[in-house]
């Protein structure tokens, strides 16, 4: 889906929009200057030198430099190389066929974008995983100066399992993620968004078959002027399906964060059991945060729960912290990362768990020197 | 050595200090007791400066610091600790890694090394199996669904790691069982050495058979009231707080 159709898409559903605004976009100075990405520090400098520190370990990675798939610079370690087809134009496939299974050989999709990148990068992928099938994958979408869209259809076959992880470092970030999920498959979905420029990540899942799961979560890290929307739409189409959401936000500065998460239940999706929290932390009175939780449930025999809930940090354990001798930077950056433990804690992967929690560290601390400052 | 003079403090404007004086001389252990809402917590809390306590006249003198002007961590530093009556609960940060970062942290502004995960992980295990903690408890984050003794316990554990040289233990005995009590007392009579003072507020008696005070103090209506020995507990036992201008408690 291009710029224009998610802004046609935009102006259509206004009620799904209320809070993100894509009009800016036309009209902005995006993408920005490479110089200014190149001179803040947070990001790691574009490809190849941003790519050494990948090289080391053996994990399979995927190189797309501006959307473009570089098999030259691709890892795929054990994993077979016709796992991936297409092109930028058409889409790219990943197949996963039936009791395949690559979950101890996580797959990582690298992003980068360099000098020649174009204005707009609209990217397609079709993940389709056969029964029984397993695949770990990670998006890795650096800090981009082009504007990014991406639409990922995941189909996943009766008791197949789908773990999901992406990292957006920072830019115009536009995704949906659309997966359907058929008996006793399961989707896992691990989003952590940095920077938005704006960005937008739109999760929609569909519980097809019976027992089917759906595990969603998130964090998402904003100061400045930054806007980051995460809107979910979990619909629960068969019986006996549950669906787990916990989200985080970390707003300073004068950003923006948005969460909408919809659960539907249909008629016949009885002994649903559907959770969903999103909890936000504000740091600046002028950062803002939106939460819209939305439970539409047709059938009578559910248990479901939402629960939102947007504070500041706790000064009495600010205060307990700081009479044990913590400053008070470092103090606030404790209950930072506490703050967001919660939801890394639902990230089964250990080295995932490892990963976002120094990307969580690393935005922390650089908030940290700068409140000493 | 502390010693407050004159010490007024205000809760949004409202004035609950009314003029302390307390001298703690090195060495020695002071008990506060006093009515509810006599201002004993908040006195603690002016000592271990949590905001939102205006200090509108007097001072408070610590080993020759101005107490008053320093930060709640640098009180810290200069070892203050107040074992508060209601500990909080910290969601998300481990008892082990509150403790390591308090510890490195006071060791750093002593200009001492940090002791690294190892020396750290004995020195915890030791300190929480003598104050009666499961390792399990260093483990659980801050507080969070600790009963309320093992709340008290986890203060004189955190007393014993950080070894400050003035101890405020607000109300420490409340909710401990009996068994408890001596092992928190225990802990307490533990760190009595000639270069650390401690003030123990509470309600009963029977804390001070354990830790025996060098002196007791009165604390009622936002002043130290009356002053005198061990002798002084029993007699308020007995008859309240009558004789102070207030209700027994
Ligand atoms: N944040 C506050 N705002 C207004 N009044 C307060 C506040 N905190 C304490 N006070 C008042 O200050 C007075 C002293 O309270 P404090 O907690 O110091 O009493 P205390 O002696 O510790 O009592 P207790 O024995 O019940 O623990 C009380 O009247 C209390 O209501
Ligand atoms: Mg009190």
Redesign the pocket.
């Known amino acids: 889906m291009t710029l224009a159709a998610f802004i046609d898409r935009s102006r259509k559903d206004k009620e799904d929009w209320k809070y993100t605004d894509l009009n800016a976009l036309l009209f902005s100075s995006f993408p920005r200057k490479r110089e200014s990405i190149a001179s803040d520090s947070e990001h790691k400098s574009q490809l190849p030198s941003n790519y050494s520190d990948c090289s080391a370990d053996n994990r399979a990675r995927l190189v797309f430099l501006n959307g473009v798939w570089q098999p030259t610079l691709s890892h795929f370690a054990t994993v077979p190389s016709c796992i991936l087809m297409g092109d930028l134009e058409s889409g790219y496939e990943l197949t996963l066929g039936e009791q395949t299974c690559l979950v101890a050989q996580p797959i990582e999709l690298v992003f980068v974008t360099d000098n020649d990148a174009p204005h707009e990068i609209d990217l397609k992928f079709f993940i389709d995983i056969g029964a029984n099938g397993r695949l770990t994958l990670l998006e890795n979408h650096r800090a981009s100066n082009a504007i990014t869209t991406i639409e990922t259809d995941i189909s996943l076959r009766p008791h197949a399992k789908f773990v999901h992880g992406k990292i957006v470092q920072g830019g115009a970030h536009l995704a949906t993620a659309k997966a359907h999920v058929a008996t006793g498959g399961y989707y896992n979905n691990f989003s952590l968004l940095r920077g938005g420029m704006p960005i937008r990540n739109e999760i929609d899942v569909i519980l097809e078959g019976e027992e089917a799961q759906a595990a969603l979560n998130g964090v998402m890290l904003l100061r400045r002027a930054e806007h980051a929307d995460t809107t979910t739409h979990l619909l629960h189409q068969a019986p006996q399906c549950a669906s787990r959401q916990v989200y985080k936000t970390v707003l300073d500065g004068k950003s923006r964060g948005v969460f909408q998460g919809e659960i539907t239940v249909a008629p016949d999706a009885q002994k649903s059991d559907g959770y969903q929290l999103s909890r936000a932390l504000l740091l600046s009175d002028q950062a803002e945060m939106d939460a819209k939780p939305q439970l539409e449930i047709f059938a009578d025999d559910v248990k479901c729960s939402h629960g939102s809930a947007i504070g500041c940090l706790d000064e009495d354990a600010l205060f307990y912290l700081r009479s044990r001798g913590l400053d008070e930077a470092s103090a606030r950056a404790l209950l930072i990362k506490a703050f967001v433990t919660e939801t890394l804690e639902e990230i089964q992967i250990e080295e995932w768990r490892v990963l976002f929690r120094r990307e969580i560290e690393t935005w922390t601390d650089a908030q940290t020197a700068r409140e000493k400052k | 050595m502390l010693s407050i003079r004159n010490l007024h403090a205000s ?2 404007n ?1 004035e ?1 200090l009314k003029g302390i004086d307390l001298s703690i001389p090195s060495g020695q252990v002071h008990a506060v007791m ?10 603690s809390y002016v000592l271990a400066g949590r905001a ?1 306590y205006d200090v509108t006249e007097g001072s408070v003198t610590f080993n020759d610091m101005d107490l008053l002007k320093l930060s709640t961590e640098e009180r810290a530093a200069a070892g203050v600790f107040l074992a508060m ?1 209601y500990p909080v609960e910290i969601p998300g940060v481990t008892n082990m890694m509150f403790l390591k970062t308090a510890l490195n942290a006071i060791r750093k502004a002593h200009g001492e090394s940090e002791l690294d995960a190892m020396q750290m992980l004995k020195l915890l295990r030791s300190k929480a199996k003598d104050i009666g903690l499961s390792e399990e408890m260093l483990k659980r984050a801050v507080n969070v669904g600790f009963s309320g003794g093992e709340k008290k316990r986890n203060e004189v554990l955190q007393m014993a790691v950080l070894e400050p040289k003035l101890c405020i233990l ?2 420490t005995d409340s909710g401990l069982d009996i068994d408890a009590l001596k092992i928190v007392a225990d802990g307490v009579n533990a760190l009595r050495s000639p270069d650390r003072s401690m003030i123990v ?1 509470t ?1 009963y008696q029977r804390l001070l058979d354990y830790i025996a005070p060098d002196a007791v103090h009165v ?1 009622a209506q936002g002043k130290i009231r009356k002053s005198g020995g061990a002798e002084l507990a029993r007699e308020l036992e007995e008859k309240g707080y009558a004789d102070y201008g207030c209700e027994a408690a």
């Open positions: 809760i949004s409202k609950i006093g009515p509810n809402g006599s201002g004993k917590s908040t006195l939102g009556q607000d109300e507020i309600h604390l």
